[in-house]
Structure formats: structure tokens, C-alpha cells
């Protein structure tokens, strides 16, 4: 039964692992989506829906997250 709990407690663990690895991958925006960005935010401003609208598999969520981290001011 230790066996088990420590098999389980191991897979958890590579799991997080996975999970971290997939968000980094899924934060790297291609150089036409970056681009098509900055376009559609100079059109619509904050409307991430809308923007994640016209790019394919990405979130609203991901796409703000993606605009603080690089085009965000701090002053």
C-alpha cells in the first residue's frame, strides 16, 4: 500500500510538471499572432474576446495575460 501512495504522489508531481510546461508553451505567441494583436488592440483596445475571437485556439485570457507581460507600463 506504501508502494501505491508513492506511485500516486510521484504522478502527481509529474502532472504539475506537464501543466507547467503546457501554459509556458501556450503563452508563446507566434510572430503573425503577436502581429494580429497589436492590430486588433489598436482597433478594439481591452476587448480580449474579441481579439481571441480571431485567433484559433486561444483564450481571452491568454491573450491579455500575453499583453501585461509584454506591453504592459509600469510608472
Known amino acids: 500500500m506504501a508502494d501505491l501512495d508513492?506511485?500516486?504522489?510521484t504522478e502527481t508531481t509529474l502532472n504539475s510538471e506537464d501543466n507547467?510546461?503546457?501554459?509556458e508553451s501556450k503563452l508563446r505567441f507566434s510572430e503573425d499572432e503577436e502581429t494580429?494583436?497589436?492590430?486588433m488592440f489598436?482597433?478594439?483596445g481591452e476587448r480580449w474576446s474579441l481579439i481571441a475571437g480571431?485567433?484559433?485556439g486561444?483564450?481571452?485570457?491568454?491573450?491579455e495575460k500575453y499583453w501585461n507581460s509584454r506591453?504592459?507600463?509600469?510608472e
Open 54 to 56: 480571431r485567433i484559433p
Open 58 to 63: 486561444r483564450t481571452a485570457e491568454e491573450i
Open 42 to 44: 489598436n482597433l478594439v
Open 20 to 23: 507547467n510546461i503546457n501554459c
Open 6 to 9: 508513492h506511485s500516486s504522489s
Open 71 to 74: 506591453y504592459s507600463t509600469s
Open 36 to 39: 494580429l494583436i497589436v492590430i
